[in-house]
C-alpha cells in the first residue's frame, strides 16, 4: 500500500506511515487489550480509586486556576485543600501537561471522557515517539513498530494504568532522546530548542522521568565521546552554541519547577517519601511475569511476596523481547558500525538503570538478601536530593526503553536473514502477543452521595470540613462536584508545616472550639453523622442544620456578629 503511493503523494506517504498508521495500530491494540474497557469510555473512569482519583483532582484544579486565575493564580499552590491556609503543589504528582489537555477537552468531553481520553493518547503517543526513534536510527519500519508496542504495552505501563496518569504519560521520553541524539551527532540551534521544549514535557509529566532523562542524556554525550575518541568535542563551534541554546531554553523553561520544588523542600521540609528498600526491583521481576498480566495466576506465588507487594513490581519484560536481544547480541559483529555502536550504548544504559532500580537492598523473589555498597545507595551519597523519591524500581522504564529499540534491531536482522522462515517471526511475535496480555485495567463510577450536592448549591464563603467521609481519596472527587474548598485533602508530599497545621486543627475540632473554627479557620460547614448542639460559652456562634437527608447531615456555622 506504502509503495504504491510512494511516488504520486510522497508526503502523504510520509505523514501516513510513520504517523497515521503507527498511531492508529497502537490505537486499536490498547482497544483490543484492554476489550471491552473502550466501551466503558465516557461512563467509567479508567482508573482504580485511590491515586486514580488523586489524577482526576488534578486535571479538575489545572483547569479551575486556568479558567479562574483571578481566584486561583498559579497551578503551583492551592487553598481548595487544606483550607484555609492552602498548599504548594510542586512535591505534588500534579502533571501540569495532562491539565493544559484537559482544560482544552474539557470544552467539549466530559470529566469522565477527558480522563479516558488522557489516558489512552498516553499510550497511542508512547508507542509513536518510539516508534519514530527506533525508525531514526534503524530505518526498519517493522521493527520500529515492534519497538513502540513492547514500549507503551510494557507490564510497567499497564502497571501504573491503574492510577498512576502521571506515570502512564512516559510518551515524551523517547521523543526527548530523539531530540537529543540528533543534537550530540548532528547539532543546530532549533534541534537545541526543541531538545529542551520535549524535556520540559518531561517535567510537566513526572519528576522520576525527567531525571531519567537528564541520565540518559549524559549517558550519550559520554558514548559519543568515546566512539569520536574525543572528549573535548562539545568544545567545537556548532556543539558550543547548539548546547548553549539548549540549557538556556531548557534552564527557562524548567528551572522555575524544579528550582521550586528544591527551595520548597529546603525550607519547609516534606514528608511523605517512600521507602527505597521497599519500593525495589526484585532481581527476578523482569523475567517473571506480575500481577499486571492477564494470567497472574500462575505466577502468583511469586509476585505476592514481592518488596512492596505488586502495585510497583510488576514489570516483566517478556521472553521474546530477551530472544530479540540475545539475537541481536550474537549478531552484532555482522551490522553496521553505527548500529553496533547503538547497541552497546543501550545495553550499557540497561544495565546502569538495571542496578540502579535495585535499590538499597538485593531483593531475590522478595527476600532481601544483600544491602551494602548498592548503586542506588551510592547514587543517594553524590545526589541527596533523590531521596525525596524513594521508588527506584521506575528506572525500570529506562530498561524498557533500551530493550524496547534492540527488540527493533532484532526484528529488522530476522526479517534480513530469514525471508523464508517467516513462521519463527510469527512464532516469537505470538509469544510477545501472549506475554503482552494484560489483567484487566479497573474502571470505576463513582456515585455522589446526597450531601455533595446539597453543598454545591450552597454559598460558597468558606471552607467545608467533613467528618463523615472516612477515604482519603473521595472528597478530592467530591469537590470536583461542589466546588467548596476542604481543610484536608490527599497529596503526594506533605510539607511539615501543612503537617503542622493540621495536628492543630485536628485538636480545635476535638475541643468543639467552634468559634475558632469560624474565626481562624473561616469553616462554614460541618459534615457529620452526629449532632451538633450550639457550643455553651460562645453565644456568638450560631449551629444551623442546612440538610438531614440519609443519616448525613450538613451544619452551617454562623455568627451574630456577621
Not at 482508573?47 to 488534578?58: E, F, P
Not at 517519601?273 to 505466577?299: C, E, K, M
Not at 455533595?452 to 468558606?462: E, H, I, M
Request: hydrophobic share 50%; net charge positive.
Amino acid at each position: 500500500m506504502f509503495k504504491n503511493m510512494e511516488h504520486e503523494h510522497p508526503s502523504m506517504l510520509k505523514t501516513l506511515k510513520h504517523g497515521g498508521f503507527p498511531a492508529l495500530f497502537y490505537f486499536l491494540s490498547f482497544c483490543l487489550l484492554t476489550y471491552p474497557l473502550i466501551l466503558k469510555f465516557s461512563m467509567y473512569f479508567f482508573s482504580n480509586r485511590a491515586d486514580g482519583i488523586q489524577n482526576i483532582w488534578n486535571l479538575w484544579w489545572v483547569n479551575l486556576s486556568v479558567l479562574r486565575p483571578d481566584l486561583h493564580p498559579t497551578i503551583w499552590q492551592t487553598n481548595m485543600l487544606h483550607w484555609p491556609f492552602g498548599i504548594t503543589l510542586y512535591a505534588h504528582t500534579l502533571n501540569p501537561f495532562n491539565g493544559y489537555l484537559a482544560v482544552f477537552l474539557l470544552r467539549f468531553l466530559s470529566l469522565i471522557e477527558t480522563y479516558n481520553t488522557i489516558t489512552i493518547f498516553a499510550f497511542v503517543m508512547a508507542g509513536l515517539t518510539m516508534y519514530w526513534f527506533s525508525y531514526y536510527v534503524t530505518r526498519s519500519f517493522w521493527g520500529s513498530i515492534l519497538a513502540g508496542f513492547i514500549f507503551t504495552f510494557s507490564a510497567y505501563h499497564f502497571l501504573h494504568a491503574q492510577g498512576h496518569l502521571q506515570l502512564v504519560s512516559l510518551e515524551w521520553i523517547p521523543l526527548f532522546i530523539l531530540c537529543w541524539y540528533i543534537l550530540i551527532t548532528r547539532p543546530h540551534p532549533v534541534t537545541g530548542v526543541a531538545a529542551a521544549v520535549v524535556l520540559w514535557l518531561v517535567v510537566l509529566c513526572d519528576y522520576y522521568y525527567f531525571f531519567y532523562c537528564v541520565m540518559t542524556a549524559i549517558f550519550i554525550l559520554i558514548w559519543y565521546a568515546i566512539i569520536n575518541k574525543n572528549v573535548r568535542f562539545i568544545l567545537k563551534k556548532q556543539y558550543l552554541l547548539s548546547l548553549a541554546v539548549f540549557s538556556v531554553v531548557a534552564i527557562l523553561l524548567i528551572w522555575p519547577i524544579v528550582g521550586a520544588l528544591l527551595v520548597s523542600n529546603y525550607h519547609d521540609p516534606l514528608l511523605g517519601t517512600h521507602d527505597a528498600a521497599v519500593y525495589s526491583l526484585d532481581l527476578f521481576a523482569l523475567i517473571i511475569p506480575g500481577q499486571s498480566w492477564l494470567f497472574n495466576r500462575w505466577t502468583q506465588s511469586y509476585w505476592s511476596k514481592l518488596p512492596g507487594g505488586s502495585g510497583e513490581n510488576s514489570v516483566y519484560l517478556g521472553i521474546t523481547v530477551f530472544i530479540l536481544a540475545g539475537y541481536v547480541w550474537i549478531k552484532r559483529k555482522t551490522l553496521e558500525p553505527a548500529i553496533k555502536q547503538q547497541i552497546y550504548l543501550w545495553l550499557a544504559t540497561m544495565v546502569i538503570f538495571f542496578l540502579l532500580a535495585l535499590g538499597p537492598a538485593l531483593h531475590i523473589l522478595g527476600k532481601n538478601v544483600w544491602d551494602k555498597g548498592m548503586p542506588y545507595t551510592l547514587m543517594l551519597h553524590v545526589l541527596p536530593f533523590m531521596k525525596l523519591s524513594g521508588v527506584p524500581v521506575r528506572m525500570v522504564v529506562m530498561v524498557i526503553f533500551g530493550a524496547s529499540f534492540l527488540s527493533a534491531i532484532g526484528l529488522r536482522e530476522l526479517i534480513r536473514n530469514f525471508p523464508r522462515k517467516r513462521v519463527l517471526t510469527f512464532v516469537l511475535l505470538a509469544v510477545l502477543l501472549f506475554e503482552t496480555l494484560p489483567s484487566p485495567l479497573p474502571a470505576i463510577k463513582i456515585e455522589v452521595p446526597g450531601y455533595v450536592t446539597a453543598l454545591r448549591s450552597l454559598p460558597n464563603d468558606g471552607g467545608v470540613l467533613d467528618l463523615f467521609t472516612k477515604d482519603l481519596f473521595l472528597p478530592l472527587y467530591y469537590q470536583t462536584i461542589d466546588g467548596q474548598p476542604i481543610t484536608g485533602g490527599r497529596i503526594s508530599r506533605f510539607p511539615t508545616s501543612v503537617v503542622n497545621n493540621d495536628e492543630v486543627l485536628a485538636e480545635t475540632i476535638e475541643s468543639r472550639n467552634y468559634g475558632k473554627l469560624w474565626a481562624t479557620y473561616h469553616i462554614r460547614y460541618i459534615v457529620t453523622q452526629g449532632t451538633i448542639r450550639p457550643p455553651v460559652g460562645q453565644p456568638y456562634i450560631t449551629i444551623k442544620a442546612v440538610y438531614d437527608q440519609n443519616g448525613v447531615k450538613i451544619y452551617r456555622i454562623g455568627c451574630i456578629c456577621e
